[in-house]
C-alpha cells in the first residue's frame, strides 16, 4: 500500500512560465535566446516531466551527464548545455556523443578537451570570473584561455565559443553594473554569443542587458532556473506578481485525528504545548520527504480546504497539525504542503528559513511525481 503522499507536476504552468519570463526579456532583446535550466533533476520536478514542456525554449541547461542523457531520451534534439562543463576526459568523449555544450571555466578543462579526436566538433561557453568568485576564468587570463580555445577550433576540436558569467546580486540592489563593467572590458570585441542571466536578472535586468548586447551586436542567450518553476527568485516580490503560476503541488493527506488537552505537548521534544483543549491531525509528509525540518510552529498547511497551522516538531515521515478548527478533518483528508490549493513554496521556504530552489530540489526520490 503506497504512502498517500505525491507531487503534482502541473506541465501546462511550466509552459505558461517559460512563456511568461521569455515575453518579459523579449520586449526588451527581441532576438533573446533562452536555456531553459533543469538541474537538479529540473529542480526536484524529474527531468523527463519536464522536457517536452519546455519545446519553446532554444536548449536545456544541466550539470549532470545522466540527466543530459535522459533528456535526449526524452526525444530533446536541441541544444544542451553543461553548466559546469566536464569533470574528467570521459566526460568530454561522452559530451561529443551526446552533442553537448560545455562551459570551461578553468584550464584543465581546456586540457582535457584538447585530447579529443578532431571531427565532431563541440560548442563550447567559455565562462569569465566577474565577481562572484565562484566559477571562471580571472579577467586577466580570460583572453590567453580563448587564444587556447581557439587554437583547438582550428583544430576542428571546438565549434563555436561563446563567452558567459554569471551574477552574485541579480536580486538585489547591487544588481549587474559592477560586473557587466568586467565582463565589456574583458571581453570586449571578441566575437561569439554572450550568455549572462539567472531568473533574477532575466525578471530584473533585461533592459539592462538587452542594450548592452544590442550595442556589441551580440546574440543574448539567458538561462532562468527557479521562475520556470513557478516560485520568486526575490525575497521582496510574489511569484504571483511576476506572472507566475506554481507547477509542484506537494499533497498528501491526514493519518490520524487525535484530542490533546490544554498543556499536553505534541511531537518530538514538546516543543508546542497545547494552549487549550485541540484536535490534531498527523500528515503522512516529513523530512524525509523534502518537507523543510526546520519549519516553524505556525507554518501554514491546508487541510481539507482550509489553511491550519502546523504544531511541534517536523518528524521524519509526518508532520502535525492544528485542525481543531476544520470540522472535515478524519483520517483521509486531503492535505496541500505547497503548491495549487496551498500555500506559495516560496511561503513555506520563508518560515523555514530557507527558499524554495531548496524545497523543490530536496523534495526525495520517495515522493511518486504525477504529471497532470
Ligand atoms: C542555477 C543556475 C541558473 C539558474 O538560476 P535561477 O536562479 O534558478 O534562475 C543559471 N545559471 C547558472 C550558471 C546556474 O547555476
Redesign the pocket.
Given at each position: 500500500m503506497p504512502r498517500p503522499i505525491c507531487a503534482e507536476i502541473d506541465s501546462k504552468a511550466l509552459s505558461a512560465n517559460l512563456a511568461r519570463v521569455m515575453a518579459v526579456v523579449r520586449s526588451h532583446n527581441q532576438q533573446a535566446k533562452f536555456w531553459a535550466?533543469i538541474?537538479a533533476n529540473a529542480y526536484g520536478h524529474g527531468v523527463s516531466a519536464v522536457v517536452s514542456s519546455f519545446a519553446a525554449a532554444d536548449g536545456l541547461?544541466m550539470l549532470d551527464l545522466e540527466e543530459a542523457r535522459k533528456s535526449r531520451e526524452a526525444g530533446w534534439k536541441k541544444p544542451i548545455l553543461m553548466?559546469e562543463g566536464p569533470f574528467s576526459e570521459s566526460d568530454v568523449r561522452q559530451a561529443q556523443q551526446l552533442g553537448l555544450t560545455l562551459v570551461l571555466h578553468q584550464p584543465e578543462q581546456i586540457r582535457m578537451l584538447g585530447q579529443l579526436q578532431p571531427g565532431n566538433p563541440i560548442d563550447v561557453y567559455l565562462k569569465l570570473e566577474t565577481g562572484m568568485n565562484r566559477l571562471g576564468f580571472p579577467p586577466h587570463v580570460y583572453r590567453e584561455a580563448y587564444l587556447q580555445v581557439l587554437d583547438l577550433q582550428n583544430k576542428a576540436v571546438v565549434r563555436t565559443i561563446s563567452h558567459m558569467t554569471?551574477f552574485a546580486c541579480a536580486d538585489s540592489d547591487e544588481g549587474v553594473r559592477e560586473p557587466m563593467q568586467r565582463f565589456q572590458e574583458a571581453i570586449g570585441d571578441l566575437p561569439g554569443d554572450w550568455c549572462l542571466a539567472?531568473?533574477?536578472a532575466c525578471l530584473r535586468h533585461s533592459t539592462e542587458l538587452g542594450r548592452l548586447a544590442s550595442n556589441h551586436h551580440r546574440d543574448l542567450w539567458w538561462?532562468?532556473?527557479?521562475?520556470l518553476y513557478g516560485a520568486s527568485?526575490f525575497d521582496d516580490e510574489s511569484a504571483q506578481s511576476l506572472g507566475l503560476a506554481p507547477v509542484m503541488t506537494l499533497r498528501s493527506e491526514l493519518i490520524s485525528v487525535k484530542s490533546v488537552k490544554a498543556g499536553e505537548g505534541v511531537g518530538y521534544g514538546h516543543i508546542f504545548k497545547a494552549p487549550h483543549d485541540m484536535t490534531i491531525g498527523v500528515v503522512a509528509c516529513g523530512y524525509a520527504d523534502g518537507y523543510p525540518r526546520h519549519a516553524v510552529t505556525g507554518t501554514t498547511v491546508y487541510v481539507a480546504g482550509k489553511p491550519v497551522s502546523l504544531v511541534g516538531r517536523v518528524s521524519m515521515d509526518m508532520v502535525m497539525v492544528d485542525v481543531t478548527e476544520v470540522p472535515h478533518a478524519h483520517p483521509g483528508a486531503d492535505v496541500v504542503l505547497w503548491g495549487k490549493g496551498g500555500p506559495l513554496v516560496d511561503e513555506v521556504a520563508s518560515s523555514a528559513g530557507t527558499i524554495s530552489?531548496e524545497l523543490l530540489s530536496g523534495v526525495t526520490s520517495r515522493v511518486p511525481r504525477k504529471l497532470k
Open positions: 535550466v538541474k541547461a553548466l554569471h539567472n531568473s533574477a538561462r532562468p532556473g527557479i521562475c527568485p530552489y
